[in-house]
């Protein structure tokens, strides 16, 4: 599979691969050398209304809306232990489809396989309701019920591990689904279909719509039947879907962007907060919506600390994805290549001096940006208030506590932070003290599937992950109340 053609890719609407109803294609090109890898269909409004017509009547008619909980789970499992069968081949896809380090896309796979095993477990244990007696009159008790069809809406930068974190707990509580990738990265996507097929699940319980956002997305969120919207993604596509979703009253949950800080005080374990930062804005190409994009460092170590980055950033190998030795890939199109450099070149118009690594000659076919540090940059630079995407690290300088936390705070948005400092006490005080919804300290963005995933601000609304995602998104609590003694009713009109 190393660069080559792979088939074309249709829609997955009620069990079955289709075309659309058209027979538009969009080339899906590889990022590492540009020419074409497959094509393809692209959804219309009429297709996605099609997809959601089969998930409703999955739910409602067939089996999976009524099906007692062991079987449901075993569909689950079936699904995780598939992903794991093909966890190299989805690698591959991955690495192929997104110009992600194959060394990456492996780990992500085996990541997509515990989300399904995780939610089979935290639907078990977590999703069940509460009883509240009241004296010897009333039982009053809760139960968590499906919405019925979710659309989930998902991202290139990490497609397959990032759309099963949505597709797994959407499943595991009953919902059927209709997925919308992003147009970018249709290839695991396919797969996904594909092992879910394998596994048995009913027809119309899972479907694929490709197609663009501005028309398989907008349809899928207009539809007044689909009870729910979860998206990953930029914040200006966020905000529309909001808008979209509001005539239907839709629930909604919004994963957006991020400029996320990394603050690294004089008294750090420096070669720990140096492998997290370079780590944190060079892994995933710098296409990761928690990346620190903007690191700060205490005047006392910044001239040390970027010595060092600078050598890291020679360090850093550049190329084929397909190689396990590549740490940086190339981005996942042209159109994001020419974006991210512009930013570049406006970092160099603002007074940053730009230090960057080198592309080899031989991968210059490729989407690829060089690991880039923007020095004697200030926190109002447009280059450090955009989100850029991109392996690009703005350091910026500080003196005080008081002074990095308003800096670190002065951005629209809000997703997540790091702190690296030996004073235990003035981490927790700087990590309460930063609007993200997320903060680590003295380490690096490492995850607990048990925690909430979510930001502030424009980084989003809601939260992903753990018993957040079931009780608070997927399910609805419905009270039920009953009498079980003698009471006293008002008498009215008698």
Same mark, same amino acid.
């Given at each position: 599979?190393?660069?080559?053609?792979?088939?074309?890719?249709?829609?997955?609407?009620?069990?079955?691969?289709?075309?659309?109803?058209?027979?538009?294609?969009?080339?899906?090109?590889?990022?590492?050398?540009?020419?074409?890898?497959?094509?393809?269909?692209?959804?219309?409004?009429?297709?996605?209304?099609?997809?959601?017509?089969?998930?409703?009547?999955?739910?409602?008619?067939?089996?999976?809306?009524?099906?007692?909980?062991?079987?449901?789970?075993?569909?689950?499992?079936?699904?995780?232990?598939?992903?794991?069968?093909?966890?190299?081949?989805?690698?591959?896809?991955?690495?192929?489809?997104?110009?992600?380090?194959?060394?990456?896309?492996?780990?992500?796979?085996?990541?997509?396989?515990?989300?399904?095993?995780?939610?089979?477990?935290?639907?078990?244990?977590?999703?069940?309701?509460?009883?509240?007696?009241?004296?010897?009159?009333?039982?009053?008790?809760?139960?968590?019920?499906?919405?019925?069809?979710?659309?989930?809406?998902?991202?290139?930068?990490?497609?397959?591990?990032?759309?099963?974190?949505?597709?797994?707990?959407?499943?595991?509580?009953?919902?059927?689904?209709?997925?919308?990738?992003?147009?970018?990265?249709?290839?695991?996507?396919?797969?996904?279909?594909?092992?879910?097929?394998?596994?048995?699940?009913?027809?119309?319980?899972?479907?694929?719509?490709?197609?663009?956002?501005?028309?398989?997305?907008?349809?899928?969120?207009?539809?007044?039947?689909?009870?729910?919207?979860?998206?990953?993604?930029?914040?200006?596509?966020?905000?529309?879907?909001?808008?979209?979703?509001?005539?239907?009253?839709?629930?909604?949950?919004?994963?957006?962007?991020?400029?996320?800080?990394?603050?690294?005080?004089?008294?750090?374990?420096?070669?720990?907060?140096?492998?997290?930062?370079?780590?944190?804005?060079?892994?995933?190409?710098?296409?990761?919506?928690?990346?620190?994009?903007?690191?700060?460092?205490?005047?006392?170590?910044?001239?040390?600390?970027?010595?060092?980055?600078?050598?890291?950033?020679?360090?850093?190998?550049?190329?084929?994805?397909?190689?396990?030795?590549?740490?940086?890939?190339?981005?996942?199109?042209?159109?994001?290549?020419?974006?991210?450099?512009?930013?570049?070149?406006?970092?160099?118009?603002?007074?940053?001096?730009?230090?960057?690594?080198?592309?080899?000659?031989?991968?210059?076919?490729?989407?690829?940006?060089?690991?880039?540090?923007?020095?004697?940059?200030?926190?109002? $630079? =447009?280059?450090?208030?955009?989100?850029?995407? &991109?392996?690009?690290? /703005?350091?910026?300088? @500080?003196? #005080? *506590?008081?002074?990095?936390?308003?800096?670190?705070?002065?951005?629209?948005?809000?997703?997540?932070?790091?702190?690296?400092?030996?004073?235990?006490?003035?981490?927790?005080?700087?990590?309460?003290?930063?609007?993200?919804?997320?903060?680590?300290?003295?380490?690096?963005?490492?995850?607990?599937?048990?925690?909430?995933?979510?930001? $502030? =601000?424009?980084?989003?609304?809601?939260?992903? &992950?753990?018993?957040? /995602?079931?009780?608070? @998104?997927? #399910? *609805?609590?419905?009270?039920?109340?009953?009498?079980?003694?003698?009471?006293?009713?008002?008498?009215?009109?008698?």
């Amino acid at each position: 599979m190393n660069h080559c053609k792979v088939a074309d890719v249709q829609l997955y609407i009620n069990g079955e691969f289709v075309d659309a109803t058209t027979e538009e294609q969009k080339e899906n090109r590889n990022p590492y050398t540009n020419d074409i890898t497959n094509r393809t269909t692209m959804a219309t409004a009429a297709d996605v209304e099609l997809a959601v017509d089969a998930a409703e009547k999955a739910f409602h008619e067939g089996p999976w809306g009524k099906m007692k909980l062991k079987e449901r789970m075993s569909y689950i499992e079936r699904i995780a232990d598939l992903i794991d069968e093909e966890a190299e081949d989805i690698a591959l896809l991955e690495s192929l489809d997104s110009g992600l380090p194959i060394s990456q896309t492996k780990k992500m796979a085996a990541r997509a396989a515990e989300n399904f095993r995780f939610y089979s477990r935290m639907v078990q244990a977590r999703l069940h309701g509460d009883a509240y007696p009241v004296d010897q009159d009333f039982i009053n008790y809760t139960i968590y019920q499906p919405l019925g069809v979710v659309g989930l809406i998902t991202p290139w930068n990490a497609p397959f591990m990032l759309t099963t974190w949505k597709v797994a707990p959407a499943l595991a509580s009953g919902n059927t689904v209709v997925l919308k990738p992003a147009e970018l990265s249709p290839l695991s996507a396919n797969r996904l279909a594909e092992i879910i097929q394998r596994a048995g699940v009913p027809a119309g319980v899972f479907n694929v719509v490709h197609g663009y956002g501005e028309v398989a997305g907008e349809a899928l969120v207009k539809n007044a039947k689909v009870k729910a919207i979860s998206f990953t993604g930029e914040t200006t596509t966020g905000k529309e879907i909001i808008r979209n979703a509001a005539d239907s009253l839709k629930k909604t949950s919004m994963e957006l962007g991020g400029k996320s800080p990394l603050i690294v005080f004089d008294d750090a374990d420096m070669e720990q907060a140096l492998d997290a930062a370079v780590w944190g804005i060079f892994s995933f190409n710098g296409e990761r919506c928690t990346a620190n994009s903007r690191v700060f460092l205490q005047q006392g170590i910044k001239e040390k600390f970027i010595e060092k980055l600078k050598e890291r950033v020679d360090q850093i190998v550049i190329g084929d994805p397909m190689d396990t030795k590549t740490e940086l890939g190339p981005l996942i199109d042209r159109g994001h290549y020419n974006k991210v450099t512009n930013y570049i070149k406006i970092a160099k118009e603002e007074g940053c001096t730009v230090y960057q690594g080198t592309v080899p000659a031989d991968h210059k076919a490729g989407n690829f940006v060089p690991p880039t540090l923007l020095l004697d940059a200030t926190n109002e $630079m =447009k280059v450090c208030q955009d989100e850029i995407f &991109g392996p690009i690290m /703005a350091v910026i300088g @500080f003196d #005080t *506590e008081e002074e990095v936390i308003q800096m670190a705070n002065d951005v629209e948005y809000g997703l997540a932070g790091y702190v690296w400092t030996n004073d235990i006490k003035r981490g927790h005080r700087v990590a309460q003290a930063i609007d993200s919804g997320m903060l680590w300290i003295n380490a690096q963005n490492v995850r607990d599937l048990r925690i909430p995933f979510g930001g $502030m =601000k424009a980084s989003g609304i809601g939260r992903e &992950g753990g018993h957040f /995602a079931l009780l608070e @998104f997927y #399910t *609805e609590p419905k009270a039920i109340h009953v009498a079980i003694g003698n009471h006293a009713i008002p008498q009215f009109g008698k």
